[in-house]
């Protein structure tokens, strides 16, 4: 019911800069929070950093003053802005959203398939 397509990951180097996007489609009402979470090989998922549907956002400390997420309710897009990466951010970053599929449905949660970001130099 619901599609979520992720691009902008990439290998970087330190210091530098990646640009995420995820744009969701289908049959959806509306979208609520939407969010972006990482997982490191060997460990487990964590967010990254969220936003609702008014604009709020929420940052793990792992990227507060770095990472900045917004998104486009016209585009149904979430974005996450990474600036001055480290080697620790090395992840699978995963797409999150919050959606209602009708007026009357409960708000479920919709991955996206994930996309790699590799710092290293």
């Known amino acids: 019911q619901v599609q979520l397509v992720e691009s902008g990951g990439g290998l970087v180097q330190p210091g530098g800069s990646l640009r995420l996007s995820c744009a969701a489609s289908?049959?959806?009402?509306?979208?609520?929070?939407m969010g972006w979470y990482r997982q490191a090989p060997g460990k487990e998922r964590e967010l990254v950093a969220t936003?609702?549907?008014?604009?709020?956002?929420n940052y793990a400390d792992s990227g507060k003053g770095r990472f900045t997420i917004s998104r486009d309710n016209a585009k149904n897009t979430v974005y996450l802005q990474m600036n001055s990466l480290k080697p620790e951010d090395t992840a699978v970053y995963y797409c999150w959203v919050g959606a209602r599929l009708g007026p009357l449905a409960p708000v479920r949660s919709y991955w996206g398939q994930g996309t790699q970001v590799t710092v290293s130099s």
């Open positions: 289908g049959n959806i009402f509306s979208i609520g929070p």
């Open positions: 936003i609702t549907s008014g604009g709020n956002t």
